[in-house]
T-cell receptor
Framework: GEDVEQSLFLSVREGDSSVINCTYT??????LYWYKQEPGAGLQLLTY?????DMKQDQRLTVLLNKKDKHLSLRIADTQTGDSAIYFCASYGQNFVFGPGTRLSVLP | SAVISQKPSRDICQRGTSLTIQCQVDSQVTMMFWYRQQPGQSLTLIAT?????????ESGFVIDKFPISRPNLTFSTLTVSNMSPEDSSIYLCSVEDRTVLNEKLFFGSGTQLSVL
């Protein structure tokens, strides 16, 4: 079946930029997503990008998509302690496929 | 975006018992889904809850273990039956928001289940 891969952990200092990377296998993916999960909570849709776009910016969040390499990244500018969470990458082609999640730790 | 209320938010249950999780949406939705998130893992789709017909289960999940109801377009329940410690997970209800321009999946706040 289709697969989505992410690195499992990332640590950054408060105020720095965070970059979370993701690769996917479904070449028919029409949408790609980033979700945020805080402890004890469900998944919150942060942002998404249509597959014919290269970049999408939304305040502190920048999504970059390299469709040729099937690579997606999420950049969080000026990372804050409130950004500490697990971030899930997901693709949608025939169905939704989620990555394993990247645990972002923000150090003071 | 749809507002999804899920309850209970957490529960601790004894082995061999059953727990029913409820999911209420503030608008009518066609597609509702139930996911399981085992500790430290990603999401696994259990089933699609179809209104007016039986749920569609993914490989590895069966109706006897995870019976699902979908009596109308705003409500669904998932029951975890005859629980064992291996069923300890977060269970998530989700709904699909599909328009001509995009496709999104929204989640409830989850039910954290611990089985002793």
């Amino acid at each position: 079946g289709e697969d989505v891969e992410q690195s499992l952990f990332l640590s950054v200092r408060e105020g720095d930029s965070s970059v979370i990377n993701c690769t996917y296998t479904d070449s028919s993916s029409t949408y790609l997503y980033w979700y945020k999960q805080e402890p004890g909570a469900g998944l919150q849709l942060l942002t998404y990008i249509f597959s014919n776009m290269d970049m999408k910016q939304d305040q502190r969040l920048t999504v970059l998509l390299n469709k040729k390499d099937k690579h997606l990244s999420l950049r969080i500018a000026d990372t804050q302690t409130g950004d500490s969470a697990i971030y899930f990458c997901a693709s949608y082609g025939q169905n939704f496929v989620f990555g394993p999640g990247t645990r972002l730790s923000v150090l003071p | 975006s749809a507002v999804i209320s899920q309850k209970p938010s957490r529960d601790i249950c004894q082995r061999g018992t059953s727990l029913t999780i409820q999911c209420q949406v503030d608008s009518q939705v066609t597609m509702m889904f139930w996911y399981r998130q085992q500790p430290g893992q990603s999401l696994t789709l259990i089933a699609t809850a179809n209104q007016g017909s039986e749920a569609t289960y993914e490989s590895g999940f069966v109706i006897d273990k995870f019976p699902i109801s979908r009596p109308n377009l705003t409500f669904s329940t998932l029951t975890v039956s005859n629980m064992s410690p291996e069923d300890s997970s977060i269970y998530l209800c989700s709904v699909e928001d599909r328009t001509v321009l995009n496709e999104k999946l929204f989640f409830g706040s989850g039910t954290q289940l611990s089985v002793l």
